[in-house]
Nanobody, 127 residues
């Protein structure tokens, strides 16, 4: 059974950092692009960062310079390092695999279509 499990979320103060993990089971994650997405209450899901099977990365303008996506092939895991967090980063963070990410040059946003999704991990940035 193909499964993605996110972890690492929590409550952090503005300016703080968190590292999210997306671990895969039932399939080899390094064959696929993986994306991190988030959804704030009352808002649509938005793309955050994506990494290709070869390690190329792309991020939304809203997180560029603050968030870094990476992958550990040996651990079959993709990470999202989040620094300089703001309350606007609050939301449920999901990882997706087996699909494609697209970045809009005009808006600087990411979108993606993925076949597999995790259950999400809550990130709350608040003082």
């Amino acid at each position: 059974q193909l499964q993605l499990v996110e972890s690492g979320g929590g409550l952090v103060r503005p300016g703080g950092s968190l590292r999210l993990s997306c671990a895969a089971s039932g399939f080899t994650l390094d064959r696929y692009a993986v994306g991190w997405f988030r959804q704030a209450p009352g808002k649509e899901r938005e793309g955050v960062s994506c990494i290709s099977s070869g390690g190329s990365t792309v991020s939304a303008d809203s997180v560029k310079g603050r968030f870094t996506i990476s992958r550990d092939y040996a651990k079959n895991t993709v990470y999202l390092q989040m620094n300089s967090l703001t309350p606007e980063d609050t939301g449920v963070y999901f990882c997706g695999a087996q699909g494609l990410c697209r970045r809009s040059a005009s808006s600087g946003t990411l979108s993606g279509d993925f076949a597999s999704w995790g259950q999400g991990t809550q990130v709350t940035v608040s003082s």
